[in-house]
Nanobody, 114 residues
């Protein structure tokens, strides 16, 4: 199983970034896909999640700013991040979950700074 994130980097406050996660080795359409993040000195936290049926949920801190989507034909999940804030700075991890298995990507750094 491989989850490969891309699209991280430096973003400006108020700006946008789009993360992608390409999955292989799983039946992508049957997995709940999620984005988590971990800032220095903090625990990993859920950012957004989308089920196999397309239901979405978001952390309160990103509601209205971030959008998660999936393309089952491309085995890819996306995180569109708008109105970026410095507190969004973290390593962002892609997750694929289907009980009892869960898989993680290697993470991609997002830094929001002027």
């Amino acid at each position: 199983v491989q989850l490969v994130e891309s699209g991280g980097g430096l973003g400006q406050p108020g700006g946008s970034l789009r993360l992608s996660c390409a999955a292989s080795g799983i039946i992508f359409s049957r997995h709940t896909m999620g984005w988590y993040r971990q800032a220095p000195g903090k625990q990993r936290e859920l950012v957004a999640r989308i089920t196999s049926g397309g239901s979405r949920n978001y952390a309160d801190s990103v509601k209205g700013r971030f959008t998660i989507s999936r393309d089952n034909a491309e085995n890819t999940v996306y995180l569109q991040m708008n109105s970026l804030k410095p507190e969004d700075t973290a390593v962002y991890y892609c997750n694929a979950d289907r009980v009892p298995y869960t898989y993680w990507g290697q993470g991609t750094q997002v830094t929001v700074s002027s």
